[in-house]
């Protein structure tokens, strides 16, 4: 089981920028799925974003591609996503999850295996984008 601690988040104006952090138990996951989801308020949960830890190959969602960005920090055991031109309706709860072993070797399988299976999740951080 790995525990995953979400740090960032908070309240921007639309337009402006958020950084989030996650990091992951002090193992290094080379074979590990991780990824930000997020839920509003009356929405369903999306996965917004996700990486195959050791190869770090990412796939993002129609709805943040080309405005957030995701990496990962090997030696730091951290997943981060990079947001900006935030819009209202990226407001929500933001969490990290994990799935390990990934069951997958992209960026794209990744996000199609955190759907299923057994995946771990952080307590969550909350973004709000309003004016």
């Known amino acids: 089981q790995v525990r995953l601690v979400e740090v960032g988040g908070g309240s921007v104006e639309p337009g402006g920028s958020l950084i989030l952090g996650c990091a992951a138990s002090?193992?290094?996951?080379?074979?590990?799925?991780m990824a930000w989801f997020r839920q509003g308020s009356g929405t369903e949960r999306e996965e917004v974003a996700s990486?195959?830890?050791?190869?770090?190959?990412?796939y993002y969602g129609d709805s943040v591609k080309e405005r957030f960005t995701m990496s990962r920090d090997i030696a730091k055991n951290m997943i981060y996503l990079q947001m900006n031109n935030l819009k209202p309706e990226d407001s929500g709860m933001y969490t990290c999850?994990?799935?390990?072993?990934?069951?997958?070797?992209?960026?794209?399988?990744?996000?199609?295996?955190?759907?299923?299976?057994?995946?771990?999740w952080g307590q969550g951080t909350q973004v709000t984008v309003s004016s």
């Open positions: 002090d193992r290094t996951y080379a074979d590990a799925c």
């Open positions: 999850a994990a799935r390990i072993p990934a069951m997958a070797r992209s960026g794209v399988a990744c996000y199609f295996a955190l759907q299923t299976g057994d995946v771990n």
């Open positions: 990486i195959h830890f050791g190869v770090g190959s990412v």
